[in-house]
């Protein structure tokens, strides 16, 4: 009896394996024909100038209208698209899209219309030994100004090998376009690569601001950083800011962009613009 419990169990353990598989099947199946069926979403999230509060850049983030599941976010989608080499597929489209969309906001309504696009570059795309030119060809093909796109790349990402980092984002600046590195102080790696690596712009990663009132410390660290990537000439975004108090700090830091859910949520380009566009309601 004890032998044939112990097969039962093998066979569930089976039976549960076997669904995972089909389920993964299934999932990477329905992704990779996200793009071409046209269920691939761009989100905006504003990023806001200090202190005077206003709108400046935006950020561009993927969501998946997936037909089972709804709605998706990156993170349930994204580490099976890298897996797979489908993330390739994926930046390529919302690099084109973020693209379009603000240039066609640009060109009809100057007045609001963001400053300039961030996207986010995989590893994957970085390596694609194409990628210049296509980031070349989003531009010529939207007509949007070098200079309004902004190129998201992780300090991982740029450390795997910093010559050949080096050598790819200098293609990529003479384009015109700005290189930001993202979640910047979550890569475990030297400051000294700031030294040689050509970039435009830190963001400060989220962890770094969340209880930034509370942790006098963090304070002092985040002030460095910010201080430091004044001095080295670039911009310097806070990245998740989700309290006014976060926000006043920053300001008093010095800080002057800042993203977060206190200041907007990424939504769709045309809610975003219809939000700004809609007269002030003074209480
Ligand atoms: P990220 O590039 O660091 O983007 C910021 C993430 O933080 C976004 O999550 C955004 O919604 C979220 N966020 C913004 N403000 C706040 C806040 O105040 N509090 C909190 N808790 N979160 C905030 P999202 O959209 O889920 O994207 C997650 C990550 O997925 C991105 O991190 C980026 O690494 C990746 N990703 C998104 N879109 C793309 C894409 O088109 N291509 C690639 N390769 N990666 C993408
Ligand atoms: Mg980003
Ligand atoms: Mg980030
Ligand atoms: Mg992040």
């Not at 999230?45 to 005077?52: A, G, I, K, R, T």
């Not at 080096?166 to 003479?174: G, I, V």
Request: charged share 25%; net charge negative; hydrophobic share 40%.
């Amino acid at each position: 009896a004890a032998k044939d419990q112990g097969k039962n169990r093998w066979l569930l353990f089976e039976d549960r394996m076997h669904e995972q598989l089909l389920d993964r099947l299934d999932q990477e199946c329905r992704l990779s024909q996200a793009v071409h069926r046209g269920e691939l979403r761009l989100h905006l999230q504003p990023v806001f100038s200090l202190p005077d509060n206003r709108m400046v850049g935006a950020e561009a983030l993927v969501r998946w209208e997936d037909p089972v599941q709804g709605l998706r976010q990156p993170g349930s989608f994204i580490p099976l698209a890298e897996e797979t080499g489908m993330i390739v597929e994926i930046d390529r489209w919302m690099l084109l899209e973020a693209c379009r969309v603000v240039k066609q906001w640009q060109d009809d309504d100057p007045e609001t219309a963001p400053a300039w696009v961030s996207v986010n570059l995989s590893a994957a795309h970085l390596d694609e030994p194409d990628v210049t030119d296509q980031v070349a060809y989003a531009l010529t093909a939207t007509g949007l100004a070098p200079n309004c796109l902004v190129l998201e790349l992780t300090e991982t990402v740029l450390m795997r090998d910093l010559a050949v980092s080096t050598a790819r984002l200098e293609e990529l600046r003479q384009l015109g376009v700005k290189i930001a590195i993202d979640d910047f102080g979550t890569g475990y790696s030297s400051l000294g690569y700031l030294r040689d690596i050509p970039v435009d712009e830190l963001k400060i990663d989220r962890s770094f601001i969340t209880g930034l009132a509370a942790n006098g410390r963090q304070r002092e660290l985040v002030n460095a950083v910010i201080q430091l990537g004044h001095t080295l000439g670039l911009r310097v975004v806070a990245e998740g800011v989700e309290e006014s108090s976060e926000l006043n700090l920053l300001s008093v830091m010095d800080c002057r962009y800042a993203q977060g859910y206190h200041l907007g949520f990424p939504e769709p380009a045309d809610d975003l613009h219809a939000r700004l566009s809609a007269p002030v309601l003074h209480a």
